[in-house]
């Protein structure tokens, strides 16, 4: 099945003028335990794929997040859209088993990597024909991956080496996104809980949002993606009558 690339996905979207909102399929979280209380994942993703995600993440970590690489393929073999891999991704034997699951984009986390290995991983994930998508959370690490010149940096508004147990918020990206490089979409991770966090993200630079839990523990999760997806701002009523 033949699949556009990721960041191109995304920044058509962006162009349409629309926020390219990215659901975060996972099984669970250390924060907020199960997330899909019974439901098909594969029909979650193709009931998001409907109410027009551009793109999917997939969370195939499976002691902390209760995800399985098996999890990645079967939602990329059931759907057209572009696939991105998150994980815990150390080796080039993981991206070379994410190109055979299916997946168009993996998660490279700079804060579990040395600067040398996370180098060595993007050249390889672009061999392989995959995209990278380097995960940054604080100014240092920003400025690394401004050095590979990617098409694409996400910011994690909570801090994966405490399993995004901490208060994150989306200051993380309003602090960062002005010192991405030019040019590069700019995706804000983690902590947006509804249209407002889009919004706020959005104002502070970023290009895309990438969006787990709210989506997941929405009654309507292709309600709450369309929500999050074309976000109006409040009209007040200063009629003082």
Known sequence: MSRAKYSTTLWNRYYSGKIPVIPDIK??????????????????????????????????????FGGTPELLQRIAQATALPVLRKDFINSRAQLQESVELGASAVLLIASMLAKEQLFGLVEDAVRLGLEPLVETHNEAEVMAANELKLPIIGINNRNIVQLELDDGSVGTTERLAGLVRPGVLVVSESSIANAADVLRAK???????????????????????????????????????
């Open 27 to 64: 099984s669970r979280s250390p924060q907020e335990g199960d997330l899909l209380c019974g439901r098909d994942p594969v029909k979650l993703a193709q009931a998001l794929a409907a109410a027009g995600a551009p793109v999917l993440s997939v969370v195939t970590e499976p002691k902390h």
């Open 203 to 241: 104002a502070a630079g970023a290009h895309a949002v990438l969006v787990g839990t709210a989506i997941l523990r929405a009654k309507d999760a292709a309600a709450m993606y369309c929500n999050l997806s074309a976000p109006r701002v409040p009209v007040l009523n200063n009629d003082p009558s």
